[in-house]
């Protein structure tokens, strides 16, 4: 049986990847001669593309739209208010998860560090620029047809600002310690966890971090401005002076990013506003009651700076399972036919993702209305093609998402390609 490594190198018993491999002619003299392709200048050859990955990925964007767009019609979709588990939880961290196994492959090989670094730098604040534009407030979409934002007000994190972190950390650990890699695994079944240890460490670092953190540090009473519906301000006060508590009030979490970012960049639509203490509507959305905790109008964010170290742990586990990948071959035969528009879908996430997750081109189509910007054609093929036909507002809603966004999100993927 072959090694993995002299296999993935093309040294085998004289086949790679399932292709016979051309022998190297030789002269009378015994040296190698040149072929044409190497008298060629060299050419960058078509990065191999791992389909499951991909399928993956595209799930993943899948997920997200439901879960955005369908998620106030079912709560075991919609984000939990704050303890428990639903489908929304998993979303997140399946694309660090994601970003973890890509960067494994994607730093296989680094011929150079100081120029993969520089990559890895350019790539971080591509994902923190697109991050800030699509989430920090400045795109109103889909349903409000302006854009800007004051900069008082910005709000800094986000979801690609969370993957951008973990890739940042993880591809960084990767590849200063690419000198470190063994080229074959020692036998013995935690030979892996001790070959890539400090990416082990990495995630260890980080979750010592966080944890210490949410339980030790100490959280002061604190102070917010909150708009009423007739338009006045009014500053609410929330009564903390503890540690370790892990409820929405006075959580380390919160109040690291209260410091870090300020107060006023954070995200102002925080889903705990949905728990049984500040509505009767509970686990929907709804008025506040009227004995409802003053911290049910405060600012939360959800993509902080400390759970996003913390995230950095799915990161480490993701590039794990990338290297099993790399030196055990692992793959599965006869099954892609069925997952192909969900492999489009994967090939073009960022695209998906900014047009369809981020209601870009809802909004471009809802810019065309008729009269006022409420009867446009979005909301009219909503109603009227799937809630009125259902007669259901919950089950249209769903079958919209499914039928013409994720619909739209394969049509577009495949155009792409």
Known sequence: MEDPKTLEEGRGNGTANG??????????????????????????GKTKRVATLDAFRGLTIVLMILVDDAGGAYPWIDHSPWNGCTLADFVLPFFLFIVGVAIALALKRISEVKYAVKKIILRTLKLIFWGILLQGGYSHAPYELTYGVDMKKIRW????????LVYFVVALIETLTSKARPNSLKPGHFSIFAAYKWQWVGGIVAFTIYMITTYSLYVPDWSFVASEEDGRSETYTVKCGMRGHLGPACNAVGYVDRQFWGINHLYTQPVWAR??????????SGPFREDAPTWCRAPFEPEGLLSSISAIVTGTIG???GHVLIHFKIDVYGLRTPFLFLEWIGMNAMLVFVLAAQGIFAAFVNGWYFKNPDRNLVKWIMQHVFVDVWNSERVGTILYVIFAEITFCYKLARQKL
Do not use: M, N, W
């Open 19 to 44: 292709h016979q491999l051309e022998p190297v002619a030789e002269d009378v003299d015994g040296e190698k001669s040149k072929t044409a392709s190497e008298e060629q200048p060299l050419r960058k």
């Open 275 to 284: 728990l049984r203490a500040c509505t009767f509507s509970s686990p929907d």
């Open 157 to 164: 994190c986000g979801i690609l600002q969370r993957i951008a």
């Open 319 to 321: 590039i794990h399972y």
